[in-house]
């Protein structure tokens, strides 16, 4: 057996089985690049499934983490510590709205937390989500996503949980009653089929969540930090939600969430939620250096310029294969008129990683650092496969 086939053997011995493993042992990253364990490099569209918008072992999130974990690693909520104050005050300040901050460890516990203050705020019980919406996996955040094949295994699921069509503001308002908590929506859909949200339906959907009297909770998992072209996606409409669920990039590519709720509601009632690992110093340390790197280089600027130059390219090739291009910012998605699964495959023969969005959309999400030559061979290598029959 090769290097390759020695690992995957070796981790399939124990694994859960839960994951549909690609044939393939990765062993090392740097920048928009990743390395098997034989040195073959593949360009990676897979970006950690959005977790790494700086790339892969960015020297200044390295030397942070470094540095911290010379230090204190673990340190609970229970007491203060400086690397946390620090971050809050620094996370807080770049937000585009005033905010108190909850620290989780993943995308599904941010979400899972952002349900649970949006009852203990309102008083209130029913949530509604959109048809297509991701939101996780965990019992609440799966209560919340609507895809029948994540749901349909573990029903029943937490009830008062509603859906509607994504980007029709007439069903949201026909939705939204006196029982309503929450409406929860993604700026982009990106598990959903990479949808961004029509011109004016997030602010009709803040209208909407002030007349009745709910919170509009917004899960910026996968489109925050810099993915879509600003720093968080609700810029774009300038909507201030209630509640703003974030995590994947928040840290480089390290374990972390964030639930920011605005100011105006105060502070939440002690006790209500915690998390041991949430705050620790290490991922505060982490997600501090990112931040800070991602104002400095001015990340979302070049994921806007990136991902219009990107789809632009996409749209020129003018693929038999593909009935649409869309996207915003480095959240790019092709709509095939057959399935992904096997381009999939055949992309990351020649080198290339890429994501599904169903079964149809073949998802980019490239480091936002990745350069453009490696876009360049993106293009031609998603040109030469989806040219020809998968």
């Known amino acids: 057996m090769n290097a390759n086939e020695t690992i995957i053997a ?10 549909p493993k690609r044939q393939v042992a990765i062993v090392r990253g740097e920048g928009s690049r990743l390395y098997d364990a034989e040195g073959r490099m593949f360009i990676d569209c897979v970006g950690g499934q959005g977790a790494a918008n700086l790339g892969h072992s960015h020297p200044t999130v390295v030397a942070a983490v470094q540095s911290q ?22 996370l807080a300040a770049a937000l585009p709205f005033p905010a108190r901050i909850f620290l989780c460890n993943s995308g ?24 297509r919406g991701f939101h996780g996996r965990t019992m609440g955040a799966l209560s919340a996503t609507w895809e029948p094949k994540y749901r349909e295994p573990f029903l029943p699921l937490v009830p008062e949980f509603a ?4 980007g029709d503001a ?15 929506l ?10 961004p949200a029509p011109v004016g339906y997030l602010e009709a959907a803040r209208r909407i969540c002030d007349e009745r009297g709910a919170l509009l909770l917004l899960d910026e998992v996968q489109t925050g930090f ?28 390290l374990p972390m969430g964030a639930v920011a709720i605005h100011a105006r509601h105060g502070a939440l009632p002690g006790g209500a939620h915690g998390s041991t690992f949430g705050g620790n110093p290490l991922l505060c340390a982490a997600a501090r250096a990112a931040l800070r ?11 806007a310029e990136k991902g219009a130059w990107l789809v632009e390219r996409l749209r020129a090739l003018n693929l038999p294969a593909v009935r649409e291009v869309r996207g915003l910012g480095l959240l790019v998605g092709l709509e095939l008129k057959t399935r992904v699964q096997p381009y999939l495959a055949a992309l990351m023969e020649r080198g290339v990683l890429a994501l599904p969005a169903g079964p149809t959309v073949l998802r980019l999400l490239p480091p936002l650092v990745i350069s453009y030559e490696d876009l360049e061979t993106v293009v031609a290598t998603i040109r030469d496969v989806l040219g020809r029959p998968a």
């Open 163 to 166: 859906h509607v069509p994504y």
């Open 69 to 90: 974990a010379a230090r204190l690693m673990s340190c609970p909520e229970i007491f203060h510590n400086d690397e946390r104050a620090a971050y809050l005050q620094e």
């Open 170 to 184: 007439e069903d949201l308002a026909e939705a939204v009653g006196a029982g309503t908590a929450a409406v929860l």
């Open 293 to 303: 790197t991602y104002i400095k280089d001015e990340i979302p600027r070049q994921a």
């Open 10 to 19: 070796a981790e399939q011995q124990c694994t859960s089985g839960l994951y």
């Open 108 to 131: 599904a516990e941010a979400v899972e937390a952002g349900i649970k203050f949006a009852r203990l705020l309102s008083g209130r019980q029913q949530i509604i989500a959109t048809k």
């Open 186 to 195: 993604e700026p982009v859909q990106g598990e959903g089929g990479v949808r």
């Open 226 to 253: 810099g993915r879509t072209g600003k720093l968080f996606g609700c810029e774009h409409s300038g909507v201030a939600p209630d509640i703003l669920i974030l995590a994947k990039s928040i840290a480089a590519g």
